[in-house]
């Protein structure tokens, strides 16, 4: 399996409190990987600390091969890897067509025709690019964050909870908008509260739970999994 992202026994936190003990997860090009597991379990932790918006004290994060530890954010996203924050993750008082291009700050080549891929990506929000992104639904905020962070072509995107207080039809849209934006070939981390829903989407998942990796596997396996069912689920 050629992993576009490996995460190897990473150690995290914030002060003197550690929250990731060791965490390790991969994923693989044209995967969609779910990150699972209870509040406070350290699941944006991972991200951040994937991303650089958190140091890493112990072990690595690989992207493509390439070692990107500790690496900042402007710099891993210019190499290939995007991130949407689980929460402001639009700038309300800019527009639409403001927001996007501040997705792509670091690199200005090939602007206009980035933007009009990510429309016709997202036509929903297209003919409002004008408008304040603050103008828009908590659900088309959403699919302008995951516009925004395609801006730059990431060979792996990043989410957290794209789905969180949503509605159940806006949750289908997104999960839709993430699958397309997948068969266009970027490979997705999700992680995810809506645990039912991420494991019947995704292709693998880990279950994280106190800064640990506590299970892993083929995700609709892990729906099937009884611990997990019992644990994580609800079930
Ligand atoms: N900026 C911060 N400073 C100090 N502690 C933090 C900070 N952010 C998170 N924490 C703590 O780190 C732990 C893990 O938080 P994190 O947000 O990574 O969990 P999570 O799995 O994403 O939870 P949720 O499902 O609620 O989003 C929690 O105990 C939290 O209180
Ligand atoms: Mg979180």
Excluded: C, W
Aim: glycine share 10%; no cysteine; charged share 25%.
């Amino acid at each position: 399996m050629t992993a576009v992202l490996r995460v190897q026994d990473v150690v995290a936190g914030y002060g003197e409190v550690e929250i990731l003990h060791g965490v390790s997860i991969a994923v693989s090009e044209a995967e969609i990987v779910a990150v699972i597991g209870p509040n406070g379990a350290g699941k944006s932790t991972l991200l951040k600390a994937i991303f650089g918006l958190v140091s890493v004290r112990g072990g690595r994060v690989e992207l493509v091969g390439r070692d990107v530890t500790n690496i900042a954010p402007d710099r891993i996203v210019q190499s290939g890897m995007s991130y949407v924050p689980q929460t402001e993750n639009v700038f309300p008082s800019l527009t639409i067509n403001e927001n996007l291009e501040m997705g792509a700050y670091v690199r200005r080549d090939g602007l206009r025709d980035r933007l009009e891929r990510v429309y016709d990506l997202f036509p929903d929000i297209a003919p409002r690019r004008a408008e304040r992104a603050g103008r828009l639904s908590g659900g088309q905020r959403q699919m302008l964050a995951l516009a925004r962070a395609l801006m730059l072509d990431p060979k792996v995107l990043l989410l957290d909870e794209p789905s969180a207080s949503l509605s159940p039809k806006m949750v289908d849209s997104i999960f839709e908008k993430i699958g397309d934006i997948n068969r266009g070939g970027t490979a997705i981390l999700l992680v995810e509260q809506n645990a039912k829903e991420a494991l019947s989407f995704a292709s693998r998942a880990y279950v994280l739970a106190m800064g640990e990796n506590r299970f892993e596997g083929e995700a609709k396996e892990m729906l099937d999994n009884e611990e997990v069912g019992k644990l994580y689920l609800g079930a």
